[in-house]
């Protein structure tokens, strides 16, 4: 073996996991920050493999997701929430303590899988994988959202750190609105 070949098979590592990441409709910059590739690197990749592809993968442009209130807006979104950040818990994606360093290409690869785990769970999913990015980035730095237990079953779930209401899970919440 040479000196050369682990640095080829890296490279090949960040190609498949922009690829992965394209496939996914994720941002220039958010496959920069987990693979450490160039945006003309990332640009070229995407017009040599996916541009011809039979469903035509949009490039979303801008910033992106950035609001935490978006995980907690509705009870859907509170509830698919949760299932996703427990995906990224079960997979590993979320570190042990925070703060940790995230974007890497063994986490991204878990962030993919944790995500298409996610998507096969909720049929008509509503998180796009940049809003999952955006959850992972949060829940593992901690300070504007986090996982806890409901007060009313324990089950888990995906709060703001400063709630504006009070907290409780999609079925406590829909329990107390029926009765």
Do not use: N
Not at 6 to 20: G, I, K, P
Not at 26 to 44: E, F
Not at 47 to 73: D, E, I
Not at 151 to 178: D, I, K, N, Q, Y
């Amino acid at each position: 073996m040479r000196i050369s070949d682990d640095r080829y098979s890296r490279e090949r590592l960040r190609m498949e996991l922009a690829l992965r990441f394209l496939g996914h409709e994720a941002r220039t910059q958010t496959i920069r920050a987990w693979t450490g590739l160039s945006d003309d690197r990332i640009r070229k990749l995407y017009r040599s493999y996916l541009s011809q592809a039979r469903r035509v993968l949009p490039r979303h442009r801008g910033k992106s997701p950035h609001q935490v209130s978006y995980f907690t807006r509705s009870q859907q979104l509170q509830h698919e929430s949760t299932v996703l950040a427990s995906m990224l818990t079960l997979l590993g994606v979320l570190p042990p303590r925070p703060p940790a360093e995230l974007p890497g290409l063994a986490r991204g690869e878990l962030l993919c899988a944790a995500f298409e785990a996610y998507r096969a769970l909720v049929p008509g999913a509503q998180i796009s994988f940049e809003h999952a990015v955006f959850l992972t980035a949060a829940l593992s730095r901690g300070d504007q959202l986090r996982l806890e237990g409901c007060p009313g079953c324990g089950s888990l779930m995906v709060t703001e750190r400063f709630p504006a209401r009070g907290r409780r899970c999609h079925l406590c919440a829909g329990a107390t609105h029926t009765h």
